[in-house]
């Protein structure tokens, strides 16, 4: 645990801002984009297309920490689900993983934090309420059933993408145009999640935990089980755990891109 602190703790840092930002990117779309005394609201017209910015915004969010010094370093996973099935996979070690996924939620909560030190009665408006993820109103269920979904689909997306040679280095733009999709379209099913530390960051804040299981175990399920239809049912080899794998960076893993993909 000692060995690992030491050596890898740029890359825990990494991961935590990464998220941490993410989140702060979220509050502040949402505020400008659904809050009622927002102009850009205004304009914007219906939530579909305020949803489809929303989209956007966060797509190109995620797509600018991947590629950033920050991503390369520690391989942009800034979800719990994603270091836990990349643990799986035998790509990770096990205090790394660990140390992953208890700064993913620190650097999610913190993010939502320091909106909330900013812009507290904008950022906690019901209208932006921390930008929670809760089941719509088609209840739990649904919610449950549209974050597995998701999951299993972005994970199988990386997974492909990130191991196939030529296309390796775009696997943070197809990761990035699914967050696009996913919020347009599925966000009034489950609020649009794919990552515990992401609903947790949201929900600790605004003290709204409703169906919050569904929103540790659907993802983790999910990409889980990409990862055993990719391993078992393709018969692929998984490379590395980076999103992003630049030569330029130090990479912890266990990684294969030293013997060639």
Known sequence: MRAALARHWPEYLAEAAGLGLFMVSACAFAILLFHP???????????????????????????????????????AHFNPAVTVTFWRLGKVEAWDALFYVGAQFAGGLSGVLVVHAVARSLVADPSVHYVVTVPGTLGVGVAFAAELAMAFGLMLVVLTVSNTGRFAPLTGLFAGALVAVYITIEAPLSGMSMNPARTFASALPADTWRAFWVYVTAPVAGMLLASEVYVHGARRRVVCAKLQHGGDHPCIFRCGYTEGP
């Open 37 to 75: 005394t927002s102009p850009v609201a205004f304009l914007a017209g219906g939530r579909l297309v305020r949803r489809a910015l929303m989209g956007l915004a966060m797509a190109l969010t995620a797509i600018g920490l991947i590629y950033s010094p920050w991503g390369k370093r520690s391989g």
